[in-house]
Nanobody, 114 residues
């Protein structure tokens, strides 16, 4: 069955960096675009970044453009999100998603606080 397992979250100070990973299994990873979403406290889930099957095309939410980088390693069936210059408003649970589909991981908590 399809499984998406996120990792790499944690507590970081403003201006810091984190790298999230999403290990995928149960499907042909290289055949699907992938996305990162996040859901902050009291907020709706929002799209953060999108990457094409080969990684050749990426898109970002305006709020993270220039600070976050989405990437993938199809040989390792793994999706990444490099997050730099983190801000308190980046605090959220981050989820990876196979696109298009309703498959979600369990999420990983990112907290940006002094």
């Amino acid at each position: 069955q399809v499984q998406l397992v996120e990792s790499g979250g944690g507590l970081v100070q403003p201006g810091g960096s984190l790298r999230l990973s999403c290990a995928a299994s149960g499907f042909t990873f290289s055949s699907y675009a992938m996305r990162w979403y996040r859901q902050g406290p009291g907020k709706e889930r929002e799209l953060v970044a999108h990457i094409s099957t080969t990684g050749g095309s990426t898109r970002y939410a305006d709020s993270v453009k220039g600070r976050f980088t989405i990437s993938r390693d199809n040989a390792k069936n793994t999706l990444y999100l490099q997050m730099n210059s983190l801000k308190p408003e980046d605090t959220a649970v981050y989820y990876c998603n196979r696109h298009p589909s309703s498959y979600w991981g369990q999420g990983t908590q990112v907290t940006v606080s002094p």
